[in-house]
Structure formats: structure tokens, C-alpha cells
């Protein structure tokens, strides 16, 4: 992000066209990673591969995409909407801790609206089938998202913004690019394992059930269970898609931003 933008509707159509493109070319890689996660095998990412589209071919890559587009889609209009609203006041109360307190402010109201239809994602991408559900199982695993989540908004923006606004005078070119993978990286490494005990969670409920109160001391239950390895099941297809993911979301929304309020897309605000 850079400046904030003087029209909601810039933000709104911003959002939803990268959010399209998001989820559209980064849907395989959520796949893969739900189906090496959810798997009772250890499964490599070729053998992910290999086992999907053994089923119904290549498009089975892109098995989810609707329920993905509709939370991707929910959660960017809650959170980058919010986001732009939180960060200038934050900014000026908390100085460079402001884009990251934002960031997880906001993405913790995005995943409470959001929960069930990820659910359902996740369910779907990992295994095949799932069922849409208000229910209590609409919100399985939402303990868990929430940390995952909220964790890697405030790192990932904080690391972002802070890191842009120190380079972007210098090199106005890649700025942008670089403080995004930066913050990605880290966010994910940071992160990964509550991804794995939020997709067991989603995927094979019946058996990790009792984790669903107990995210942090999960992982130990994990790692003594299933061995310190299970923590980077999925790791190279989630870190890939939030790599990828990050710099062409961030760009595209910053590039229709800055091309709608230019073309004084706020008239018909």
C-alpha cells in the first residue's frame, strides 16, 4: 500500500479484480497444499499433483475455485476496506507499528465473516468434498485461522509498509516488489504451522478435533504425535502462492487504485 485512496468505490473495484486474478491463478497451489496436508500419507508435492489430477485431469487444480473466490473476495473487502480506514490514524498514534496493528485489526474482523465459507474451501481443496455450513462445524478450526491469520496480516504489513517507505525513494522500481516477498516470506515461516493444524482441523476433523481450543500447545501435540517434520507439510506450495500471491495482488490493487482515482472514478461515489 501507499497512499490512501479518496474514493471507496476505487477500493471496491480494486479490490474485487485482484482478488479475481488472486484466486484465480494461485487456486493449484492451494490445492496441492491442502492435499499434502490433509493426506493420512506423506505426501511429496509431485505425488500431490500426481494424485489430483489422477481423479478429473489438469482442471481438478482448480477444484474450489468458487467457494475460493467468494472468501477471498469477502475477506479482501472487509479487510483492505478497513485497512485503509485504521492505518492513518494508527499511523499517527503508533508511528511505524501503526500498518501492522491495521492489518490485524482488520483481518480479524475478515476472518470472523469469512469462516464458514472457508471451511468449506479448505474441505473441498483438500479432499474432494465438503458441505457449506452455519453450523458449529462452519466455524471449525476459526480458533486457529484467526491466530494464523491475524499473525501474518500484522507481520507481513508491518514488514511491507515499513520496508517500502525506507527504499521506495531509492529504488522506486522494485520497492514494492522486494518488501512484498520480504514480508511474505517471513509472515509464512512464521506462521506455517498453525496452517497445518488449521487444515487438519478442516480437512480430517473427526481426528484432530480435541486442537481446535488449544492452537498453540496443538503444535506440540503434533510434532510428538506425527514427528517435528508435519510442520512443513505444504510448505513450499503455501510459501510459493503467498510469494506470488502478495506482489500480484498488492500491485494490481495498488495499479487499478491509482488508475481509478485518476480517472476520477469517485464521481460516482
Known sequence: MTERSESKLSVLASTCISSAVYAIVLNPLDVIKNTQIGSLNRLSVKHSIEQIISHKGLPNLWRGISPSLVSILGVNLVHYSLYEILRPPLDDWFGSLGSGLSAMVAKLTAVIVSSPIERFKTSLMGTGSGQLSFSNIGFSGLRVTLVRDVLFSGTFFLTMENLHKKHKDKHPNISRTLSCTTGAILATLITHPFDVIKTKLQTRNCCYSHLEKIP?????????????????????????????????????????????DKHNFYMID
Open 216 to 260: 498453540f500447545s496443538g503444535i506440540k501435540l503434533i510434532v510428538k504425535r506425527e514427528g517435528l517434520q508435519t510442520l512443513t507439510h505444504g510448505i513450499w506450495p503455501r510459501l510459493g502462492r503467498l510469494v506470488l500471491g502478495v506482489n500480484i495482488y498488492i500491485n494490481l490493487y495498488e495499479y487499478f487504485k491509482q488508475y481509478f
